[in-house]
């Protein structure tokens, strides 16, 4: 029950940012999915980020790789759980399917960085952090 309480939270807040966020928050050229991005945190290897997807219910995506972008570095990221890369996954009743994504990625983590998810459908560009 806790858990879907915090699901009904995510959507709550997705359409709230979806509403008052500025345009240049998310860039997305497949209308198949939204990011939003929740919480970075440092690990051994680097910095690993927790993603919520928003898509809509009973469809289904797939995410080849994701590309963590700071200026003129792009760091791939190496391990992925809620998903697999390269494998199709459905967004279950919700719509909402968290990931955690790891990149060997080391410092602070600048506001300006960016992530970028390439599918099948094409590239999905979203903030890195909040």
Known sequence: ??????????LVAALFIG????????TTTDPGFNVITDKVAATDEGIRVTLCLVGIPST???IDGIDLVDGQTVVPANDIDGVDFKRYFQFEDTGVQ??????PFKGQLPKTASLIFHTEKGDVKTAARQ
Do not use: G, H, Y
């Open 19 to 26: 509403a008052t966020a500025p345009a240049t928050a998310q």
């Open 1 to 10: 029950m806790k858990i879907l309480k915090s699901i009904k939270n995510i």
């Open 98 to 103: 968290v990931i955690e994504v790891d990149f």
């Open 60 to 62: 289904s995506q797939r």
